[in-house]
């Protein structure tokens, strides 16, 4: 490639291959950072680089561009709740084009992070151990104890006793220590103390021998032993600790390897439910107004309903819920992220198998500190959807979500129901002379105005979208023909408020109208169908401007 590192990519399809392979969001840029093309997750990146919210990657690009090679840098974007941190990498193409692709690591960095911390929580186990000397006659008696005693013994409750008396099933031990004419070392035996309880003793010997008659004759055994019994609880301990980390560890990657946001919880709780073996799993995610609202659930949810209104007193420093409900136990805690509550998670477990063990409790905890990163990157996620599809100005659909994602799913809808619909194609008439004698923001004002009076025209289920600078189109669902031209007249008519925005009496500002009404039995396509819109609406600017136009049915094969 003779020091050039950039690729060869002339044409267009060329570029949507490339973009479509990429498994992320991916845009390809020109030499000075703007957008061509995006594939389908690039449409967040594409809104945020639009509107000069990722300076950083006109930097990448840059130097991208004068080097000629790939140029690697992590961005990271201030939200309301925290940060987002993209991969983002630049692959200079030819032809002045570059290729931008992003990774998003907010949810590994922040998930690694948790997983430490959970790990150093078990870490802090401390080895205990108190020792005793101990020596018994042939006949398994103790002859000598260490004189602070043991198993809650004094030397003197100890001596003179059998030694077999203080084990636990002695018949189970062979040799047993005390009785034992080999060396013996660490063998670990379970001992009655004075109250009763059990204690776990690890003990090594040897044996005594004397001689008599010239004869070496066994004695007795000489030895000590190690109280284990908190070592042994400890392993138990640092065992279920294990056990609780692969669970937690098999939940975390089962909501790491899904890729759609939405999908995460779905996961979280088919993981939760089947690692837990519990009946059932409900993950909720918190409202604006501060209402549970269901996010996902798995299992036997019978006789679960009104969980939500259990979980008004979860706080956001994990403290574990536990209560009866109907024939169910049930487990809850909340989730959060920065320590807001953001969410909540509840499992169950039928009442007739006992109360919850500690176990339980804490891993549940563990799984809601996941569960509130989730959370708080599913709603970053809608966040940059909402941006990519929104007018900013006016709240209000975008061009691109208006025609590539709205109006196609609403005419596949009416091809099955067999209903009429009506798409008003909205255009200002002397919108450019608002703004040259009064100023841009009297023409926002305008803008604004309109946007009000087209919502007051539609109802709920319709949908609204600003095309771009003064144009604006509406759809109007399930409407008859008739019904549309009124609903065009009106709006019409309405327009006249428009007025106080003119520029000039003898150029005042108002609307121009085209209609074209969806009938799923006429064949027509999509395409066909704005296309009779935009021409209706553009008749009506050419003829005198302030009025509205209905296109004819395109079996006619002409306008009005």
């Not at 140029?71 to 290729?99: F, H, N």
């Not at 055994?221 to 284990?228: E, H, L, P, Q, Y």
């Not at 255009?427 to 803008?447: R, S, T």
Request: charged fraction near 25%.
């Amino acid at each position: 490639m003779n020091g050039d590192a950039s690729i060869d990519i002339d044409r267009a399809d060329d570029a949507e291959v490339l973009l479509s392979g990429y498994p992320g969001a991916a845009v390809l840029v020109d030499g000075d950072g703007q957008v061509l093309r995006a594939n389908p997750k690039g449409a967040g990146l594409e809104a945020l680089i639009a509107h000069e919210a990722m300076p950083e990657v006109q930097d990448l690009v840059s130097k991208a561009r004068s080097m000629g090679s790939v140029s690697v840098g992590t961005i990271t974007l201030q939200s309301s709740k925290g940060e987002i941190v993209l991969e983002t990498t630049v692959v200079p193409l030819k032809a002045d084009r570059l290729l931008v692709m992003t990774r998003d690591l907010t949810m590994d960095r922040n998930l690694r992070s948790a997983l430490v911390e959970s790990r150093q929580r078990y870490k802090d186990l401390v080895e205990v151990s108190s020792d005793f000397c101990w020596e018994t006659s042939p006949d398994g008696d103790f002859v000598f104890v260490s004189p602070d005693g043991a198993l809650d013994y004094s030397a003197d409750d100890l001596i003179d006793h059998p030694a077999a008396d203080f084990i636990v099933n002695a018949d189970d031990y062979s040799p047993l220590p005390f009785f034992s004419k080999r060396p013996l070392e660490d063998v670990e035996m379970w001992f009655r103390r004075k109250d009763g309880e059990t204690a776990c003793m690890m003990l090594s010997c040897v044996p005594l021998f004397t001689e008599a008659d010239g004869e070496r004759q066994w004695s007795g055994s000489r030895g000590v032993c190690r109280d284990v019994s908190m070592d042994r609880d400890n392993e138990a301990a640092l065992a279920r600790a294990r056990h609780r980390e692969q669970l937690l560890n098999y939940i975390v990657s089962m909501i790491r390897d899904e890729l759609e946001p939405e999908n995460m919880l779905s996961a979280a709780a088919t993981a939760t439910t089947r690692a837990l073996e519990v009946a059932g799993c409900r993950i909720f995610r918190q409202t604006e107004t501060g209402k549970f609202g269901v996010a996902a659930e798995y299992g036997n949810a019978q006789g679960i309903e009104g969980l939500e209104n259990q979980l008004e007193t979860l706080t956001p420093t994990g403290e574990v819920s536990a209560f009866r409900l109907g024939n169910w136990e049930v487990l809850a805690v909340a989730t959060h992220y920065r320590h807001v509550i953001n969410g909540a998670i509840c499992i169950w477990k039928s009442a007739a198998v006992g109360a919850w063990e500690a176990d339980y409790q804490i891993l549940i905890g563990d799984v809601a500190n996941q569960l509130g990163i989730a959370n708080e990157q599913i709603s970053n996620h809608e966040r940059i959807i909402a941006l990519s599809r929104t007018d900013s100005m006016t709240g209000l659909l975008n061009r691109r979500a208006f025609f590539e994602e709205e109006l196609p799913r609403r005419v596949s809808r009416l091809k099955r129901s067999r209903q009429t619909a009506a798409l008003f194609y909205v255009d200002m008439d002397n919108f450019k002379l608002v703004n040259d004698v009064h100023g841009h923001q009297k023409g926002d004002e305008a803008i604004m105005h309109l946007r009000d009076m087209l919502m007051d025209f539609s109802r709920p289920g319709d949908v609204i979208a600003r095309l771009g600078g003064d144009e604006f189109a509406m759809w109007l669902d399930g409407i008859a023909p008739d019904v549309t031209e009124n609903r065009a007249k009106a709006l019409v008519e309405a327009s006249a408020t428009m007025k106080q925005f003119s520029g000039s009496d003898e150029h005042p500002l108002g609307i121009s109208v085209g209609v074209a009404v969806y009938d799923p039995d006429s064949g027509e396509t999509f395409d066909e169908m704005l296309a009779r819109a935009d021409k209706a609406m553009y008749a009506v600017k050419k003829a005198h401007k302030g009025g509205y136009k209905l296109a004819m049915a395109p079996e006619s094969g002409g306008g009005d």
